[in-house]
């Protein structure tokens, strides 16, 4: 079986992406790979903390390679950083990598030509599907997210923090990708056919920065026992 690094955002579409790949029995996964803003340990975006990258990694059964990008970073820093990672993964046995990119030409591009020499296949599982009805798929599949980022030029922020279901999908302004493929909107998987057990999250502050608006996912906090309550 051809080995696959999958490109992890945190997002629905790389955690559909690890569904569809799964079930190619020429393709074996045999990790996430993330990449971090170093100054905030965050997935750049996405805004989802480490804690929750690993919780993710760990419910789907993959080493996670998270990989630190200085902040601010340049395109050049960028690219060197990649490279020496692509490099250490064909050493290891890997033979290609995988990404959930739907229809952005220019992205793929990018990523053809960043990998072009490496040794390493660029895998694109989800190109070109209808994003309507990809979105409906997730859903039904029981993929659940949270929405963490927002471009509210493109969206309302009231839309930050909501869960990524047939409501949001019914709810969403005509001209809004149903997936977020333009940069409307970001996420993150909660639960899903990619993961062993559903990961217990709540949302935290949300805020606007840098011209996004932010809702902080958090691990769910244990509720307290009542006092006085007995095992029955």
């Keep these: 079986m051809k080995r696959v690094l999958l490109s992890w955002s945190s997002g629905k579409d790389s955690a559909w992406s690890l569904h569809v790949l799964r079930q190619d029995p020429r393709l074996e996964v045999v990790g996430l790979l993330t990449t971090l803003n170093e100054a905030f340990d965050r997935v750049a975006m996405h805004a989802v903390r480490r804690e929750l990258l690993e919780a993710q990694a760990e419910a789907a059964g993959l080493p996670l390679q998270a990989i630190p990008i200085p902040w601010p970073c340049s395109n050049e820093q960028y690219e060197r950083i990649m490279a020496d990672v692509c490099a250490q993964a064909r050493q290891a046995g890997v033979e290609a990598v995988a990404f959930g990119d739907l229809f952005l030409r220019d992205i793929r591009a990018y990523r053809e030509q960043q990998l072009r020499g490496s040794g390493l296949e660029p895998?694109?599982?989800?190109?070109?599907?209808?994003?309507?009805?990809?979105?409906?798929?997730?859903?039904?599949?029981?993929?659940?997210?949270?929405?963490?980022?927002?471009?509210?030029?493109?969206?309302?922020?009231?839309?930050?923090?909501?869960?990524?279901?047939?409501?949001?999908?019914?709810?969403?302004?005509?001209?809004?990708?149903?997936?977020?493929?333009?940069?409307?909107?970001?996420?993150?998987?909660?639960?899903?056919?990619?993961?062993?057990?559903?990961?217990?999250?709540?949302?935290?502050?949300?805020?606007?920065?840098?011209?996004?608006?932010?809702?902080?996912?958090?691990?769910?906090?244990?509720?307290?026992?009542?006092c006085g309550a007995q095992d029955g």
């Design 123 to 226: 895998l694109f599982p989800l190109w070109n599907l209808d994003t309507r009805d990809l979105a409906r798929d997730m859903i039904a599949g029981g993929l659940r997210a949270k929405l963490t980022c927002v471009d509210p030029k493109r969206l309302a922020p009231a839309f930050a923090g909501r869960d990524f279901d047939q409501q949001f999908l019914d709810d969403l302004p005509a001209g809004v990708d149903p997936c977020g493929e333009n940069g409307e909107f970001h996420s993150f998987v909660y639960a899903g056919p990619v993961f062993g057990r559903a990961l217990r999250v709540q949302i935290g502050e949300i805020v606007e920065r840098d011209g996004f608006v932010f809702a902080d996912v958090l691990p769910e906090e244990p509720r307290r026992a009542r």
